[in-house]
């Protein structure tokens, strides 16, 4: 798949002097744990009625994001992803993801029924 380029505005220009000027995304910074307000809630939509617990509300880089789901997969020993700025977990770990994240000094609420 071929990957566009993300200009502002401007398509084209007869002007050879013109200069795009390209939407780069910046990403935030990481707030440390304490800052952090996290939900944690278990879901089913669109996944054949196979249960995850979600993780939302990360403030930070990716890579960041990424090395936390990193850590509560291989913390809890099982499988999910990274998606969307949200951490994914296979199966029904609510509370214990909640344990873990209040000793990592996150802000972390249950959230959902």
């Not at 930070?60 to 994001?65: I, M, N, P, R, V």
């Not at 789901?69 to 913390?75: A, C, I, S, V």
């Amino acid at each position: 798949m071929k990957k566009k380029n993300k200009r502002e505005g401007i398509v084209y220009s007869t002007n050879p002097d013109y200069i795009y000027s390209y939407n780069n995304d910046v990403e935030d910074e990481t707030l440390p744990p304490n800052q952090q307000n996290l939900r944690v809630l278990l879901d089913k939509k669109s996944r054949k009625g196979k249960t995850v617990t979600l993780i939302t509300g990360f403030i930070g880089t990716s890579e960041d994001l990424r090395s936390l789901g990193k850590e509560l997969k291989n913390k809890f020993g099982v499988g999910g992803t990274v998606k969307n700025r949200e951490i994914l977990i296979q199966g029904d770990f609510r509370d214990k993801v909640i344990e873990l994240l209040h000793n990592l000094d996150y802000n972390v609420k249950k959230s959902g029924g």
